[in-house]
């Protein structure tokens, strides 16, 4: 890190309100680690909680590599400071309002398509350090969407929750999801989501990404995109079948369902087995 920016980044922190302050040791201070969408312009920014006083680190992990970073062009009370290892240090000298969202794009390296990020400021957490990484592709890919068609052609030959989980409302007099099934094949997990129309004449909502978290023994949140395959739509519902991999010693898995422009609220899913149907 130069030292000029070590200076700016004290500089800023110093001139933050004193009641933004936080310590670090605070229960709502978060280490995240997220892995890039394939197509990240296609689905709903990821979104960096942050906060005045705080410096959130945004660490790039091989092959990505940090390039040109671009907020609105009026836009004051963010300072980004890139630092000579390839992180970016972003810190905001006030919070944002309630509500309020703030376009972040990097250019992750040569060639790719831009990553884009929504900076918002939230009461429950901020983001001290979080780490983009790539996604590998599944070894066992071409065996794991098999089984996934599989099961969305045998609705009766899967585990089935007793009691079935809310995943998300698209207002809630128009659809809604429900998580209806959790297959565990060792680490490896299948879920089956519905979403059902409420509203006569109008298609079921479909997602246009599934994103998983869990919590990892060292505390760290890793956020995820899960694969997704959907069945065929009828008049009011359309099944989806989504997979991903538990990481060992990791808890507390969750979903999120994500719309063109809007992600998706966190939904927690069971982690034992599910009793299957007499």
Not at 37 to 43: A, E, L, M, S
Not at 50 to 68: C, D, I, K, W, Y
Not at 148 to 155: F, N, V, Y
């Amino acid at each position: 890190m130069r030292p000029g920016s070590w200076l700016l980044v004290l500089s800023l922190l110093l001139s933050a309100p004193a009641a933004a302050q936080v310590r670090l040791d605070s229960p709502w201070i978060r280490r995240r680690m997220l892995v890039v969408p394939v197509r990240p312009g296609q689905v709903p920014p990821l979104e960096l909680q942050v906060r005045a006083g705080v410096a959130s680190l945004l660490l790039f992990e091989a092959p990505l590599t940090l390039g040109a970073v671009t907020l609105p062009v009026d836009e004051k009370r963010l300072q980004l400071v890139p630092m000579d290892d390839g992180s970016l240090i972003i810190v905001p000298t006030t919070d944002l309002r309630a509500g309020e969202q703030v376009p972040l794009t990097v250019e992750a390296r040569p060639g790719a398509e831009p990553l884009r990020f929504m900076l918002v400021t939230r009461s429950d957490a901020v983001d001290i350090q979080v780490r983009v990484v790539k996604g590998e592709p599944s070894a066992d890919e071409a065996a794991m969407a098999a089984l996934a068609r599989s099961l969305l052609s045998t609705p009766d030959g899967r585990a089935i929750l007793a009691v079935p989980q809310r995943t998300v409302d698209r207002d809630s007099r128009a659809s809604r999801g429900e998580a209806e099934s959790v297959l565990w094949m060792e680490r490896r997990f299948f879920a089956t989501v519905a979403m059902r129309s409420r509203k006569k004449g109008t298609s079921p909502w479909k997602p246009v990404q599934a994103r998983l978290r869990a919590t990892l023994a060292d505390g760290v949140l890793l956020e995820w995109p899960a694969h997704l395959f959907s069945g065929e739509a009828g008049s009011i519902r359309q099944r989806h079948i989504l997979t991903g991999v538990l990481p060992e010693g990791a808890s507390r898995l969750e979903l999120a369902l994500d719309g063109e422009d809007s992600p998706g609220t966190f939904q927690p899913l069971p982690l034992e087995e599910a009793r299957t149907r007499p």
